[in-house]
């Protein structure tokens, strides 16, 4: 069952890959075909913020059960969000480079994934540095958790505070961006793909701590 869905999976994300490279959209505001980043640096982001969420409710989990299973979730969402965010300031920073001129700007979105990025570096960097698996999960739950609240301000509010050269309050007059039929179903149809691969790996890394923890 598991091969199958992994093959559905990856069927799924490559029509999602060429839809979006193919697919004929609309003009949105001055952005013309570099809208097409919006396929993947939108769902990228959004991972990265569900991973981090994930790794927030798994490090109270640990708190509240002392179950060592729980720090291996905590962990393997970090680092999974970790690798979706600095996918998706890479894919920001493209398209940057062709709005903008220059890859970096610190406009308040660049500079809030830049935080987050740091912050969940830190959070690697403090487990590496304590060998006691305990003592790892007691530091590295409250940590993921005070991260974690951390996660909503720095993706939902700080860059609404802050005049900002992102899309979203440039493309047009509502702040949104408008998307006709297909472009809105490749959009989600990313989404999914993209949210359905983060569960397939964080299933995968835990399958992997679980198969370690029994040769323990």
């Known amino acids: 069952m598991n091969k199958i869905l992994k093959y559905i999976l990856f069927i ?21 075909e570099r809208a097409r980043i919006l396929f993947f640096h939108v769902p990228t982001a959004w991972v990265s913020t569900v ?21 291996y979730k905590a962990s393997s969402s970090a680092a999974l969000g970790l690798v979706f965010a600095l996918l998706a300031t890479v894919t920001g920073a493209i398209w940057a480079k062709f709005e903008w001129g220059a890859f970096w700007n610190w406009d308040p979105r660049q ?19 304590i060998e006691s698996e305990e003592q790892r999960a007691k530091l590295s739950s409250v940590y993921s958790i005070l991260a974690g609240i951390t996660v909503p301000f720095f993706i939902f509010v700080f860059p609404r ?28 149809s990313s989404l999914a793909g993209f949210t359905a691969l983060y569960a397939w790996m964080l299933n995968l890394r835990i399958r992997i701590a679980k198969l370690n923890l029994r040769e323990k």
Do not use: Q
């Not at 193919?22 to 001055?30: D, E």
């Not at 991973?51 to 720090?71: N, S």
């Not at 505070?161 to 989600?188: A, Q, T, Y």
């Open 12 to 32: 799924w994300l490559a029509a999602v890959i060429c839809f979006a490279i193919i697919m004929p959209i609309p003009a949105i505001g001055n952005m013309g």
């Open 51 to 71: 991973a981090f969420v994930m790794a927030l409710v798994y490090g109270a989990m640990y708190i509240k059960k002392r179950d060592i299973i729980y720090d």
């Open 111 to 129: 500079t809030s994934i830049f935080v987050l990025i740091l912050i969940y570096g830190a959070y690697f960097a403090l487990r590496s540095a």
């Open 161 to 188: 505070i802050v005049e900002s050269l992102h899309p979203d309050p440039i493309v047009n007059s509502s702040g949104r961006v408008k998307m006709n039929g297909n472009m809105l179903i490749i959009f989600l």
